[in-house]
């Protein structure tokens, strides 16, 4: 077994980071407290910033509200914490406005066909992310990019380099922020964006549930119909092809397989790809990721409540999606195991693309064949990562998503810690941090 710590016992925030936010603490306990926020003050915000006042369709103020109450009741948020979420929430709330306006603008943004999107769906950090950036890859394809998402407005190509550099300094700033991230979890203005970020509109995303510790808000987020949510997903996609077309949407997020009925209620004729990897593996990642992600937010993050929310919530969600995805035609589903996608991917992508009938075009071949090997030149990021850390055990885990194990064949699969892969192997790892 290797000895070399885990990136969970690297995180370290900057200097600056603990004094800002000791700062923080500081006033809390001189009784100058932090002014609590509610969705009133910052809806009337986003209207006076923007000079607009149509959110358009749908309604959100209960989702945000229950977000905020649980952020600032339950997540124990510090200084840069509180900040960052006003700040998001504004920009949101902005962002809505502004797509509203546009789709005023720009009608033909409505008359946007969405057809057979594929979604790529399994376990968190089994592959999806790897899978998501070598098909986004083919010059037909169009996924979602960070910017985009993040500024989506105007849906032209207007003032398009800027927007870029603004996304690309975020990234730069939260990679600074948390310098351990990057090991986890790739960011990048120009890399596909998951589809929580295309729902985070509706404030029904569990986005939020990954950043802050929110049990309220997840409890009640989880007995919602999703429908309003991937209708909004809908509307985002078509802001985003109005801006640049293609011939077929590359879509990806974990959590489609929670709520499959309301995904196949806005998108009837989506094709699937579903992922496979040991949940003893997944689960750990998982909870790596989330723990050192929430830390930005929190000082007070507690690595086994974060584990045992993730088997819970994802074997729940797997035991769920496994009985609804047997009610789709087997040629709309096509499975792929992890460990393909990482030691042969242009390999998976092949056998993709074959089990739907389409051309792997020689141009969409080398351009996966250059992202890989562009990603072969920058150092491995190496997310180290062990399932005791969490207060969990691999039987524990087995045993939550036993069915799953049992129908694919993963029982057998359980590493006790996340090694780096083999030469053969180690040419991916930067490209696969999204599912290390």
Same mark, same amino acid.
């Given at each position: 077994m290797?000895?070399?710590?885990t990136?969970?016992?690297?995180i370290?925030?900057?200097?600056?980071?603990?004094?800002?936010?000791?700062?923080g603490?500081?006033?809390?306990?001189?009784?100058?407290p932090?002014?609590r926020?509610?969705?009133?003050?910052?809806i009337?915000?986003?209207?006076?910033?923007?000079g607009?006042d149509?959110?358009g369709?749908?309604?959100?103020?209960?989702?945000?509200?229950?977000?905020l109450d649980?952020?600032?009741?339950?997540?124990?948020l510090?200084?840069? &914490?509180k900040?960052?979420?006003? +700040?998001? /929430? @504004?920009?949101? %709330?902005?962002?809505r406005?502004?797509?509203? $306006?546009?789709r005023?603008?720009?009608?033909d943004i409505?008359?946007?066909?969405?057809?057979?999107p594929?979604?790529?769906? &399994?376990?968190?950090?089994?592959? +999806?992310? /790897? @899978?998501?950036? %070598?098909?986004?890859?083919?010059?037909?394809? $169009?996924?979602?990019l960070?910017?985009?998402?993040?500024s989506p407005s105007?849906?032209t190509?207007?003032?398009?380099?800027?927007?870029?550099?603004?996304?690309?300094?975020?990234?730069?700033?939260?990679?600074?922020l948390?310098?351990?991230?990057r090991?986890?979890?790739?960011v990048g203005?120009e890399?596909?964006?998951?589809?929580v970020?295309?729902m985070?509109?509706?404030?029904?995303?569990?986005?939020f549930?990954?950043?802050?510790?929110?049990?309220?808000?997840?409890?009640?987020?989880f007995?919602?119909?999703?429908?309003?949510a991937?209708?909004?997903h809908?509307?985002f996609?078509?802001?985003?092809?109005?801006?640049r077309?293609a011939?077929?949407?590359?879509?990806?997020a974990p959590?489609?397989?929670?709520?499959?009925?309301?995904?196949?209620?806005?998108y009837p004729?989506a094709?699937?790809?579903?992922?496979?990897?040991?949940?003893v593996?997944?689960m750990?990642?998982?909870?790596s990721?989330?723990?050192?992600?929430?830390?930005?937010f929190?000082?007070?993050?507690?690595?086994s409540?974060?584990?045992?929310e993730?088997?819970?919530?994802w074997?729940?969600?797997?035991?769920k999606?496994?009985?609804?995805?047997?009610r789709?035609?087997?040629?709309r589903?096509?499975?792929?195991?992890?460990?393909?996608?990482?030691?042969e991917?242009?390999?998976?992508?092949?056998?993709?693309?074959?089990?739907?009938?389409?051309s792997l075009?020689?141009?969409?071949?080398?351009?996966?064949?250059?992202l890989?090997?562009?990603?072969?030149?920058?150092?491995?990021?190496n997310?180290?990562?062990?399932?005791?850390?969490?207060?969990?055990?691999?039987?524990?885990?087995?045993s939550?998503?036993?069915?799953?194990?049992?129908?694919?064949?993963?029982?057998?699969?359980?590493?006790?810690?996340?090694q780096?892969?083999?030469?053969?192997?180690s040419?991916?790892?930067?490209?696969q941090q999204?599912?290390a």
């Open positions: 290797n000895n070399s710590p990136t969970l016992q690297q370290r925030p900057q200097l600056p980071v603990r004094l800002f936010n000791g700062f603490a500081l006033l809390e306990k001189t009784s100058i932090w002014t926020t509610f969705a009133t003050d910052l009337e915000t986003a209207k006076r910033r923007c607009i149509d959110f369709e749908g309604d959100f103020f209960e989702a945000l509200s229950r977000l649980s952020c600032q009741d339950e997540a124990q510090n200084l840069i &914490g900040i960052a979420l006003k +700040t998001d /929430v @504004l920009e949101t %709330l902005c962002a406005l502004q797509m509203k $306006r546009d005023q603008l720009y009608p409505t008359r946007q066909k969405i057809c057979q594929l979604f790529i769906v &399994g376990l968190p950090r089994s592959g +999806t992310s /790897v @899978l998501h950036r %070598l098909l986004g890859a083919d010059p037909e394809h $169009r996924s979602p960070m910017w985009e998402v993040r105007p849906p190509r207007a003032d398009e380099k800027r927007r870029i550099q603004s996304s690309t300094q975020s990234c730069k700033f939260f990679n600074w948390v310098p351990t991230f090991y986890a979890h790739v203005a890399l596909p964006q998951e589809c970020s295309l985070t509109p509706t404030f029904l995303s569990d986005q549930d990954a950043m802050y510790y929110v049990p309220s808000y997840r409890t009640w987020f007995r919602q119909d999703l429908r309003p991937y209708e909004y809908r509307r996609l078509q802001h985003l092809q109005f801006r077309s011939r077929r949407w590359i879509l990806k959590t489609h397989m929670f709520a499959l009925p309301a995904l196949l209620s806005v004729d094709l699937f790809v579903q992922t496979h990897r040991t949940p593996d997944s750990a990642s998982v909870s990721l989330v723990t050192i992600l929430r830390s930005a929190s000082d007070a993050v507690d690595p409540i974060v584990c045992c993730a088997i819970d919530y074997s729940e969600t797997m035991n999606f496994l009985r609804e995805r047997d789709l035609a087997d040629n589903i096509c499975d792929i195991q992890y460990e393909e996608v990482c030691r991917p242009i390999r998976a992508v092949r056998r993709i693309y074959e089990f739907f009938g389409w075009s020689k141009e969409a071949e080398q351009s996966m064949r250059v890989i090997a562009s990603q072969a030149k920058r150092e491995s990021a997310h180290r990562y062990d399932l005791s850390q969490f207060g969990a055990n691999a039987e524990d885990v087995l939550a998503f036993g069915p799953y194990c049992k129908r694919f064949g993963l029982s057998q699969l359980t590493r006790a810690r996340h780096p892969p083999s030469h053969r192997s040419h991916m790892i930067e490209l999204p599912c």
